[in-house]
């Protein structure tokens, strides 16, 4: 369609189409996250605090699931002292309340569905992975009825309602990447905190640490990783979609 | 110069409902307004003199009638077109200046370049060549919580021109600003359409626009009262203390 309902006779002629490139939108969208620093940082701390949760219960689930491997594989040892140190592993991590039969959480199903813990854990994360969609997505909305002149006058400069849209899910992306490491990174460190209380910190990087407690703790942050993507992609559609919605006359609006 | 049709509207209404209630803010405007011509929208608050501004702009569809730019329905077009025309066409001056905070001078200047297809390195010269121009070769870098409100409005009015549009569409562009600022801006506007012939159509309050318009159109209720040509109107300026 562009070249040409527009043209009558030789007088208006369609050359070059409206575009905005995608390493302007970045640089567009990074200099908005930069200039309204501390709203980002607010609209970021629910996805920091959620991934943050969700990165403690998949890394302690991951060293634990490290420590029940541990635990049965001392057991089938030859030497008797190992099979007993395996026993009174078993028996810690018992009365720490975990599940020594089965998985202690992404395979419990297995052993005969979830335990107790593991629905409530993962209650408990859906809750704050709710709980931070809704927070990005209120925090997004505001900016939107915010940002009502500047969104106007770009759309008065010629800009599509694809580049609102595109601005602002790119706006959410670096917001929800960047919350989503820091989140991790914090939910890392609580769980060696954690575990280090409880277990001793010599043990953590020590003894229990087991390949398959690497595998599980990364397979864990990959989890958490795309949680924190999806969910602020997702919590910035509505807001993006109103923003584009948005009519250029906007921009005269006096009301600040 | 003067000969061809811009701007033209044909018998244009527009009816808003609120609160249940029908409002004519428009109630028939037939306007032809020539290439070149600067021209000046005046009318008391609620006279649909804005709304007259926002259908010659392409920014608000008429509820009957037409309007057409450069002979092209408005109404016909697309979303795209739309944006085609708002882009390449029509530079937008804001009472409230509308530059978009996160960004220097020069980036708001290449803004619509951007959107029009040039370069990095075009648009970059084109808008310092721009900035230039009205006074702000100095002030590229600048965030607009570093300019004036002077300033900030020039920066506007560098980036209305930077496709070279065939209209310059200014609402109250001297609203916001004092006398003298005020005066510089209408001056700025009128070398404009000195220099490149591009037409202005401003909606505004300001008796000093009258000087430099070619024509005025009055409005009152939501029709056309009277239309004036510069050169039978008698306008005697003083000055202000404080004015140059």
């Known amino acids: 369609m562009p070249e040409s309902q527009l043209i009558e006779g030789d007088q208006v002629r369609i050359g070059k189409q409206i575009v905005l490139p995608l390493h302007k939108a970045i640089e567009i969208s990074l200099k908005s996250l930069k200039t309204r620093f501390w709203r980002s940082i607010i609209t970021m701390g629910g996805i920091i605090l959620a991934i943050a949760f969700l990165t403690t219960i998949l890394g302690t689930n991951a060293f634990m699931e490290g420590l029940r491997l541990a635990a049965e594989a001392m057991r089938e040892s030859d030497d008797d002292d190992e099979r007993e140190a395996g026993k009174a592993l078993e028996e810690v991590l018992r009365r720490k309340g975990y599940d020594v039969a089965g998985s202690t959480f992404s395979e419990g199903a297995e052993g005969g569905g979830l335990t107790k813990r593991q629905a409530k854990e993962i209650w408990l994360v859906s809750l704050a992975v709710f709980v931070a969609f809704v927070g990005i997505m209120n925090a997004m909305l505001m900016s939107v009825t915010e940002r009502f002149r500047e969104i106007g006058t770009m759309k008065c400069l010629g800009a599509l309602d694809s580049f609102i849209v595109k601005l602002f899910l790119l706006e959410s992306s670096f917001q929800g990447a960047l919350g989503t490491l820091i989140g991790i990174v914090g939910g890392l460190i609580v769980t060696v905190l954690q575990l280090s209380i409880g277990f001793g910190f010599g043990n953590i990087f020590g003894r229990f640490l087991e390949v398959m407690f690497l595998v599980s703790l990364f397979k864990g942050l990959g989890l958490a990783f795309i949680v924190g993507a999806v969910v602020s992609v997702l919590g910035a559609i509505w807001p993006a979609l109103t923003a584009a919605k948005m009519q250029p006359v906007a921009a005269m609006r006096m009301e600040a | ?244």
């Open chain 2, 1 to 244: 110069m003067l000969e061809q049709t811009i701007v033209r509207t044909k018998d244009v209404k527009k009816i808003y409902v609120m609160g249940g209630e029908e409002v004519h803010a428009l109630r028939g405007i037939n306007l032809e307004i020539r290439a070149g011509e600067y021209i000046s929208i005046m009318g008391p608050s609620g006279s649909g003199k804005s709304t007259l501004f926002n259908m010659v702009g392409g920014l608000d569809k008429p509820s009957s009638g037409k309007v057409y730019i450069d002979e092209v329905d408005v109404a016909q077009l697309d979303a795209y077109e739309l944006a085609w025309l708002r882009c390449r066409k029509i530079g937008y001056v804001f009472q409230t200046f509308n530059i978009i905070p996160v960004m220097t001078a020069l980036e708001n200047v290449t803004l619509p370049m951007v959107f029009a297809g040039l370069t990095a390195d075009e648009a970059r010269d084109k808008g310092v060549m721009l900035l230039e121009k009205v006074g702000l070769g100095d002030r590229v870098s600048h965030k607009p919580f570093e300019l004036s409100g002077g300033q900030q409005q020039r920066v506007a009015i560098a980036r209305s021109m930077a496709n070279d549009p065939a209209i310059i569409l200014a609402d109250e562009p001297t609203g916001n600003l004092d006398l003298t600022t005020g005066t510089d801006i209408i001056n700025l506007l009128k070398a404009m359409n000195n220099e490149s012939g591009v037409t202005v159509i401003s909606a505004t309050h300001d008796m000093k626009m009258l000087d430099v318009s070619d024509r005025i159109v009055w409005i009152r209720d939501g029709r056309i009262d009277r239309i004036d040509e510069r050169a039978n109107i008698d306008i005697k300026i003083g000055e202000v203390d404080g004015e140059r």
